[in-house]
């Protein structure tokens, strides 16, 4: 999948700015607080509804503005060019497809992947679990479509429950809610499951390359509850102590995955700079395994690579994007120099406000 066209209006410092890659790597040169990053923002927002930055839906918004407007055109394998249109106001979402109005946002994101790096990714490795459940569940909904109708039930049970709990209510009030609860988790499970044991032989393949210090990895998924005995079961176990804390303690939605390395006893030994190479290693990893699996790249976007990176790991990356067909976005302060490039590279200068393509 490529993005052939990316427009937006009122998002952070742009009041509208249009960007038009190549389907290869695509440099974002400029000042610090040129816009850079809120034009890989704009992408990401697109395929996943929420920005990787801190702040709430409609923090991206440009300071005076009411709202923010994107817009693009993408060309895949899977399907002819399609146009995406998505605006936030301060209280909703309105999403497009081809001229269409959009009930949900969900066939937005399902043409639009988009995979990420950047100063914020390595709480993918030392940050809570909610990070990586999300990185998890984002990767099972690209492969997985029945997911979505399943998480959806999931929230409206687990909501249902924790209501009860914090109303007192009968034990008989709780077994309908508590057997949907049990029968969700475990297909949400099994898709978990399979996701990771597919990701699991390209992680170790990146992790060769990148981390080899490191040793051997495998990836260490935990569901949540105990899954030899079903949660159904644990949920009835738990009710006293879950309604003294007035919230469900165990289930799906505290489940979590880690990398294990043969040399580290614990990822808090990790240094900062080899928890960010290993959470570079899972976005690797992730933009192949979804080439493998359904049919087409993802876009990779990089920010700011060269100052999260050595140059040693900066280089292996760049290495990486010539060899491999993928759509990629960097930003950066300079002028890459002439081995970070080659004939399909195209650069772009970001400054007041504008993004122009150049050649050197």
Same mark, same amino acid.
């Given at each position: 999948m490529n993005i052939e066209l990316l427009r937006a209006g009122d998002l952070r410092c742009?009041?509208?700015?249009?960007? #038009?890659?190549?389907?290869?790597?695509?440099? $974002?040169?400029? +000042?610090?607080?040129?816009?850079?990053?809120? !034009?890989?923002?704009?992408?990401?927002?697109?395929?996943?509804? *929420?920005?990787f930055r801190a702040g709430g839906r409609t923090a991206p918004k440009r300071h005076g503005a009411n709202g923010y407007l994107l817009y693009a055109e993408i060309q895949g394998s899977r399907r002819p060019k399609t146009r995406l249109g998505l605006s936030r106001t301060e209280d909703r979402w309105i999403g497009r497809l081809d001229g269409a109005d959009l009930p949900t946002l969900a066939p937005l994101f399902e043409a639009c992947p988009v995979v990420y790096f950047g100063p914020e990714s390595q709480? $993918?490795? $030392?940050? +809570? #679990?909610?990070e990586r459940r999300g990185f998890l569940d984002w990767s099972v909904f690209h492969v997985e479509h029945a997911s979505l109708g399943l998480w959806k039930a999931w929230r409206r049970a687990l909501r249902q429950r924790n209501a009860l709990l914090?109303?007192?209510?009968?034990?008989d009030d709780f077994a309908p809610w508590e057997h949907d609860l049990g029968y969700l988790a475990q297909e949400i499970h099994a898709m978990r499951a399979r996701c990771l044991a597919g990701l699991e032989p390209y992680v170790a393949q990146e992790a060769a390359v990148l981390v080899p210090e490191l040793g051997n990895v495998r990836i260490d998924y935990r569901p949540g509850?105990?899954?030899?005995?079903? $949660?159904?079961r644990q949920l009835a176990e738990t009710r006293d102590r879950d309604r003294e804390m007035g919230f469900t303690r165990v289930g799906a939605h505290r489940a979590d995955w880690m990398m294990v390395f043969d040399g580290v006893a614990k990822r808090e030994h990790l240094s900062?700079?080899?928890?960010?190479?290993?959470?570079?290693?899972?976005?690797?990893? !992730?933009? *192949?395994w979804l080439k493998n699996n359904v049919g087409e790249y993802p876009l990779l976007c990089l920010d700011d690579l060269e100052s999260e990176l050595d140059a040693p790991h900066a280089a292996l990356v760049i290495q990486w994007l010539h060899e491999t067909a993928v759509q990629s976005w960097l930003t950066g302060t300079r002028m890459p120099d002439s081995s970070r490039?080659? #004939?399909?590279?195209?650069?772009?200068?970001v400054e007041q406000a504008e993004c122009q393509r150049f050649n050197p």
């Open positions: 742009f009041e509208h700015v249009s960007f #038009a890659p190549g389907p290869g790597i695509n440099w $974002l040169i400029g +000042p610090n607080g040129a816009g850079k990053t809120t !034009l890989l923002e704009a992408a990401y927002i697109l395929s996943h509804g *929420r920005s709480a $993918l490795i $030392l940050g +809570p #679990a909610e914090r109303q007192g209510a009968s034990p509850w105990d899954t030899q005995h079903g $949660l159904a900062r700079g080899q928890a960010k190479a290993a959470a570079l290693v899972c976005t690797l990893a !992730l933009t *192949r490039m080659n #004939a399909a590279t195209r650069l772009f200068h």
